[in-house]
């Protein structure tokens, strides 16, 4: 070779030209373009043309002028690779060919690493760029490289692979020649690899085979390697690792998986892979798995396609499959020293996961990470919580208050925890516990270690614009959604700095807000001013209650509002126990330091609590309870602190209207609020011996009077209600004295009570005179409906017997007096409008009627008397349809409100333009109903809500978006027909009511109504629901030709100039 590198150009060796055309007439031109095809013989290279060729390049050689320096390179190469010299001699033009195409390419190997090695041509001009490197290739000399060594491959190593790896039996070479030809073979191809202009497209494209190759000689059995001695069978060892290094990673596990697989995914002709190279590949991807980086080179190898994006996308899709790879990952490798070394190695690697910033791999490897973690969680609890719940929440653990800081750390202004840093762990704690959900007792212990601190983190973002705001809410509520109800009150009690089961923020920390949106935990600096420092200690307690409040007005679906509520009453309670009976060092003499700051700290705890009542109350208080069990713990408790402490000295009002209202409350619920079950009354009767301890004890007469009377209608369900009850009732309610709902536990014919005078709101008192036949113990009528209003009403003789008629068991009878008191109404009888309230409540009733003969006339009353009155008379036909009557039975209360439903549509047509001043009363109302669960009534509410915006017209306004997101939403997802086919109807009937105005009133909502449409006619099952879409569509089409193409008009214009 020293010969070779000086003298003329011929001595210094040919050109790398020279040997690209010489591999050109040896392999002859080429079939077609495609060289990106499987490895193996073309179809022109048959025997006598590979023969032909041989002959051709050998008379090129010993003849032509400008070859010598390739001769001469050439038998250098193949004096150093005796197999291949041989080869290239023999008789097998296969084998021949391979051994030229072989000694060619390292011919051309060694040129090109003369020419890297030698200094670098640099550019005359300064401005001009470099000019290519001596060993840089063409791109037709590249194609011609590619083409031999896919040449090479399929005559040189393919045909020689053991079974399992390469061809069926029959196919290969004569028998006792396999290895010694695979070696000779591979090791060229090894030596090729070293440089990266062969061993970028040798790899790329031949790994799978020359790692097959590497396999058999270094790891088979000794009977595939006939010919190979143990030297070389261990440099084929080593080469395997050493490729394995330096290609990339996540190809090398794909082609160790291929290779481990199914047989239809290696190479062809192979049959399945045996037991050996499955061991082995094991082994590899285990050694892969165990190197930096290796758990990502893993993930991506088994999820990431070869063809890019879309097989990337494919595969994020596929979570079955990130679900496999993550327990693989789980698992220790046997040849791990110890399950702690593995889980040592690998955990750092899977918390990276989770910071893959590619938004397509990101999902891959999210779920990976979460899947693996959660495993490993199940099977080791310890090992995880040491290796990955602990580094994954270390920056929230550093700020916690069960954390000591250093004193370097305590410096006044230091960085605690970088905003990139908390960022990161609030999303990673969002990724493992929020989409992982998994509510173990580890991740839930884990995660309540540092929910303090995330709490303040919520809290201070609430007051400034951070995008942590959402994750920390998110994590906040899942906990309190996943741990058990006791674990969740304790943790909301440590939250509101009631107890300590929950580590707080540091005292010595503060939040800072950062730069990009997130936060800073930072040490506090010390202030001298003491009212500024207690003003700041005020302002952040005041903000973490409304924070906590606004956290748990997400809780109340789930009650966890409701019973924390309940807990924070009970605790008030005891704080008030607490104060009777402990002496105040303060005014007592002799007191102990220690007992003043226990009186202090008691009275801190007193002002929190109540603090965080009132905050409850003026918060969430109208939807804090869900069920009547909480409603009877709140009593429960009101009504144990009222028989405990009796209202006395400076808060006695304040005692006594709690009471009034808890009284109340009860009252409410027994006269109709809520529609009670049997089962709800043995939840009641709880408080019986309560409120016949404050009957016995209190020393309110008027309260220990109306604590009686709701013992009885507990005791007797609500079948005997004296009348305090009913007044109680209407105060909370209120209503007015004799509108009452007719209790659900009482006779269905049971009849309103007489009216009463009406007190403040809350109070239990009624005049005793009120209580003389106020029992709603009464007998039903005959045919069920309520029974006549009483005799001492102040109706004249003649209406007076239209409204007994009008209560008449016999149907004709009362539709004809329904119909006698609709024409008094028509004709403004004075003596009839003095009656409105009493006439309203007879239709309403008589409206309940099955015989349709009675209902409709009742309707007709309803809608003439809603039309003279709407003001009066539309408040109470709203109630009534948004809550109907209480004690009836689903299907009859859904079809009196349908009844009702027409009732306001008829009112509608009455009042024509003056419809808009109650618009949003009346859309609310539908669209409630909407959501009613009984199909029959959403379907009914929809077709008013229709008719009600066509007749809006100009004057929807913005409650469009209102009704357009409803009616998308049910015509897309209402498992119903009927109610689907109702909601397409609104659009054909806004839209045909619009007209040429479809454009200007619904601007904003016509692309989105357009899209509906377009999926309903073509996504819709039930064929009447496409045909009202194509309806509405042409509607639109005929208004959008209006706008686009206006008619045209033959105007003459004269413009008179000045």
């Known amino acids: 070779m020293a010969a070779l590198t000086a003298g003329s150009p011929d001595m210094a060796g040919p050109e790398p030209g020279r040997v690209v055309e010489a591999l050109e007439l040896l392999l002859g031109p080429p079939s077609d373009g495609n060289s990106a095809?499987?490895?193996?013989?073309?179809?022109?290279?048959?025997?006598?043309?590979?023969?032909?060729?041989?002959?051709?390049?050998?008379?090129?050689?010993?003849?032509?002028?400008?070859?010598?320096?390739?001769?001469?390179?050439?038998?250098?190469?193949?004096?150093?690779?005796?197999?291949?010299?041989?080869?290239?001699?023999?008789?097998?033009?296969?084998?021949?060919?391979?051994?030229?195409?072989?000694?060619?390419?390292?011919?051309?190997?060694?040129?090109?690493?003369?020419?890297?090695?030698?200094?670098?041509?640099?550019?005359?001009?300064?401005?001009?760029?470099?000019?290519?490197?001596?060993?840089?290739?063409?791109?037709?000399?590249?194609?011609?490289?590619?083409?031999?060594?896919?040449?090479?491959?399929?005559?040189?190593?393919?045909?020689?692979?053991?079974?399992?790896?390469?061809?069926?039996?029959?196919?290969?070479?004569?028998?006792?020649?396999?290895?010694?030809?695979?070696?000779?073979?591979?090791?060229?191809?090894?030596?090729?690899?070293?440089?990266?202009?062969?061993?970028?497209?040798?790899?790329?494209?031949?790994?799978?085979?020359?790692?097959?190759?590497?396999?058999?000689?270094?790891?088979?059995?000794?009977?595939?390697?006939?010919?190979?001695?143990?030297?070389?069978?261990?440099?084929?060892?080593?080469?395997?690792?050493?490729?394995?290094?330096?290609?990339?990673?996540?190809?090398?596990?794909?082609?160790?998986?291929?290779?481990?697989?199914?047989?239809?995914?290696?190479?062809?002709?192979?049959?399945?892979?045996?037991?050996?190279?499955?061991?082995?590949?094991?082994?590899?991807?285990?050694?892969?798995?165990?190197?930096?980086?290796?758990?990502?080179?893993?993930?991506?190898?088994?999820?990431?396609?070869?063809?890019?994006?879309?097989?990337?996308?494919?595969?994020?899709?596929?979570?079955?499959?990130?679900?496999?790879?993550?327990?693989?990952?789980?698992?220790?490798?046997?040849?791990?020293?110890?399950?702690?070394?593995?889980?040592?190695?690998?955990?750092?690697?899977?918390?990276?996961?989770?910071?893959?910033?590619?938004?397509?791999?990101?999902?891959?490897?999210?779920?990976?990470?979460?899947?693996?973690?959660?495993?490993?969680?199940?099977?080791?609890?310890?090992?995880?919580?040491?290796?990955?719940?602990?580094?994954?929440?270390?920056?929230?653990?550093?700020?916690?208050?069960?954390?000591?800081?250093?004193?370097?750390?305590?410096?006044?202004?230091?960085?605690?925890?970088?905003?990139?840093?908390?960022?990161?762990?609030?999303?990673?704690?969002?990724?493992?516990?929020?989409?992982?959900?998994?509510?173990?007792?580890?991740?839930?212990?884990?995660?309540?270690?540092?929910?303090?601190?995330?709490?303040?983190?919520?809290?201070?973002?609430?007051?400034?614009?951070?995008?942590?705001?959402?994750?920390?809410?998110?994590?906040?509520?899942?906990?309190?959604?996943?741990?058990?109800?006791?674990?969740?009150?304790?943790?909301?009690?440590?939250?509101?700095?009631?107890?300590?089961?929950?580590?707080?923020?540091?005292?010595?920390?503060?939040?800072?807000?950062?730069?990009?949106?997130?936060?800073?935990?930072?040490?506090?600096?010390?202030?001298?001013?003491?009212?500024?420092?207690?003003?700041?200690?005020?302002?952040?307690?005041?903000?973490?209650?409304?924070?906590?409040?606004?956290?748990?007005?997400?809780?109340?679906?789930?009650?966890?509002?409701?019973?924390?509520?309940?807990?924070?009453?009970?605790?008030?309670?005891?704080?008030?126990?607490?104060?009777?009976?402990?002496?105040?060092?303060?005014?007592?003499?002799?007191?102990?330091?220690?007992?003043?700051?226990?009186?202090?700290?008691?009275?801190?705890?007193?002002?929190?609590?109540?603090?965080?009542?009132?905050?409850?109350?003026?918060?969430?208080?109208?939807?804090?309870?869900?069920?009547?069990?909480?409603?009877?713990?709140?009593?429960?408790?009101?009504?144990?602190?009222?028989?405990?402490?009796?209202?006395?000295?400076?808060?006695a009002a304040a005692e006594a209207q709690t009471l009034a209202m808890a009284m109340g409350l009860v009252a409410a619920v027994l006269g109709g609020a809520v529609q009670l079950k049997s089962s709800d009354f043995v939840v009641l009767k709880r408080l019986v011996p309560l409120l016949e301890e404050l009957s016995h004890t209190y020393p309110d007469p008027l309260t220990q009077e109306l604590a009686s009377d709701l013992r009885i209608a507990i005791c007797t369900h609500g079948a005997c209600s004296p009348g305090t009850v009913g007044t109680a009732a209407d105060s909370v309610l209120g209503r007015k004295p004799g509108m009452a709902a007719q209790s659900p536990a009482g006779p269905p014919g049971t009849a309103p009570s007489s009216p009463s005078p009406r007190h403040g709101h809350g109070s239990p008192s009624v005049h005793r005179e009120g209580r003389k036949g106020q029992s709603t113990c009464r007998e039903p009528s005959a045919s069920g409906a309520s029974p006549a209003p009483c005799a001492d009403s102040p109706a004249p003789a003649g209406l007076q017997e239209l409204l007994v008629s009008a209560c008449d068991p016999q149907p004709p009878s009362r539709a004809a007096a329904l119909r006698h008191l609709t024409s008094l109404v028509t004709q403004r009888d004075p003596e009839a409008l003095q009656l409105q309230e009493k006439l309203l409540q007879v239709f309403l009733e008589n409206v309940q009627h099955e015989d349709s003969f009675v209902y409709l006339s009742a309707i007709q009353g309803v809608a003439l008397l809603s039309s003279e009155y709407p003001e009066r008379i539309l408040p109470v036909l709203l109630a009534q349809y948004e809550c109907p009557a209480q004690g009836t039975e689903d299907a009859m209360a859904a079809v009196t409100r349908m009844k009702l439903g027409e009732v306001l549509m008829r009112v509608t047509r009455a009042l024509g333009d003056m419809v808009f001043q109650h618009r949003e009363p009346l859309i609310r109302a539908f669209l409630r109903g909407a959501r009613d669960p009984d199909s029959a009534l959403r379907a009914s509410s929809l077709s008013n809500l229709g008719e009600l915006c066509q007749h809006l017209g100009f004057q929807l306004g913005s409650i469009i978006q209102e009704v357009t997101c409803c009616v998308t939403a049910i015509a897309r997802t209402d498992p119903e027909a009927e109610v689907r086919r109702a909601a397409v109807h609104v659009v054909v009937v806004l839209l045909r009511g619009l007209s040429e105005k479809v454009t200007e009133v619904l601007q904003d909502v016509l692309r989105d109504l357009y899209r509906l449409l377009k999926h309903v006619a073509t996504a819709e099952r039930d064929a009447a629901t496409v045909l009202h879409a194509q309806l509405a569509l042409e509607e639109l089409d005929t208004a959008m030709r209006r706008v686009l193409f206006p008619p045209q008009t033959l105007e003459k214009k004269i413009v008179v100039l000045p």
């Open 37 to 651: 095809a499987e490895p193996g013989p073309e179809p022109a290279l048959c025997l006598e043309t590979l023969r032909r060729n041989a002959a051709a390049l050998e008379e090129r050689l010993s003849r032509a002028a400008g070859w010598a320096a390739l001769r001469e390179l050439r038998a250098a190469v193949l004096s150093r690779a005796p197999a291949l010299a041989a080869g290239a001699a023999g008789a097998e033009p296969g084998w021949a060919a391979a051994c030229g195409l072989l000694a060619l390419l390292l011919c051309l190997k060694e040129r090109l690493a003369a020419l890297a090695a030698a200094p670098a041509v640099t550019s005359a001009n300064p401005g001009e760029p470099p000019p290519p490197g001596a060993d840089t290739l063409s791109v037709g000399q590249e194609r011609a490289v590619r083409r031999a060594l896919r040449a090479a491959v399929g005559l040189g190593l393919l045909p020689h692979l053991p079974p399992g790896l390469g061809p069926a039996p029959g196919l290969g070479p004569p028998p006792g020649t396999r290895g010694a030809r695979l070696f000779a073979a591979v090791a060229a191809l090894v030596e090729m690899t070293r440089l990266p202009a062969l061993g970028a497209p040798l790899l790329a494209r031949h790994l799978r085979l020359l790692l097959s190759g590497l396999c058999g000689l270094g790891h088979g059995p000794a009977a595939l390697c006939q010919g190979v001695s143990e030297a070389e069978r261990l440099l084929c060892r080593e080469a395997l690792r050493d490729i394995l290094d330096r290609v990339y990673q996540p190809l090398a596990v794909q082609e160790l998986l291929v290779l481990q697989g199914q047989p239809k995914q290696r190479s062809p002709g192979a049959g399945a892979a045996p037991a050996w190279l499955r061991r082995l590949c094991g082994h590899l991807l285990s050694e892969r798995l165990l190197r930096p980086g290796g758990v990502q080179a893993v993930v991506r190898g088994v999820l990431e396609g070869t063809d890019g994006g879309a097989g990337a996308e494919a595969a994020a899709l596929d979570w079955r499959k990130c679900d496999a790879v993550g327990k693989i990952l789980a698992a220790c490798p046997q040849q791990c020293l110890s399950l702690e070394d593995y889980y040592r190695q690998v955990c750092p690697q899977i918390l990276g996961l989770l910071h893959i910033q590619d938004k397509v791999a990101a999902r891959q490897f999210q779920r990976v990470a979460t899947t693996t973690l959660l495993t490993m969680a199940r099977e080791q609890p310890q090992l995880a919580e040491k290796y990955l719940l602990q580094p994954l929440l270390a920056p929230l653990h550093r700020c916690s208050e069960a954390t000591e800081l250093s004193l370097e750390d305590l410096t006044a202004g230091a960085v605690l925890v970088p905003e990139a840093e908390l960022g990161s762990c609030v999303e990673d704690v969002l990724k493992v516990y929020v989409v992982g959900n998994d509510s173990s007792s580890l991740l839930l212990g884990s995660l309540q270690s540092v929910l303090g601190v995330v709490f303040s983190l919520y809290s201070f973002a609430k007051q400034n614009v951070s995008y942590l705001r959402s994750p920390c809410q998110d994590i906040l509520l899942w906990f309190l959604e996943k741990a058990e109800r006791e674990q969740s009150l304790a943790v909301l009690e440590g939250l509101a700095r009631l107890s300590s089961h929950v580590p707080t923020l540091h005292p010595q920390c503060q939040l800072c807000v950062g730069s990009d949106g997130g936060a800073t935990i930072v040490v506090e600096e010390t202030t001298s001013d003491e009212d500024e420092a207690l003003y700041q200690k005020i302002s952040l307690e005041q903000c973490h209650v409304e924070s906590l409040v606004e956290l748990l007005s997400h809780c109340q679906k789930s009650g966890l509002a409701g019973d924390f509520f309940i807990h924070c009453l009970k605790e008030l309670t005891q704080v008030a126990a607490e104060d009777e009976t402990a002496p105040n060092p303060a005014v007592e003499p002799g007191g102990s330091l220690l007992e003043l700051e226990h009186y202090q700290a008691r009275q801190g705890r007193k002002l929190l609590v109540l603090q965080l009542v009132a905050t409850l109350c003026e918060g969430i208080s109208d939807t804090v309870f869900t069920d009547i069990v909480q409603v009877q713990e709140f009593l429960a408790a009101v009504l144990h602190r009222a028989c405990a402490h009796p209202a006395q000295g400076p808060g």
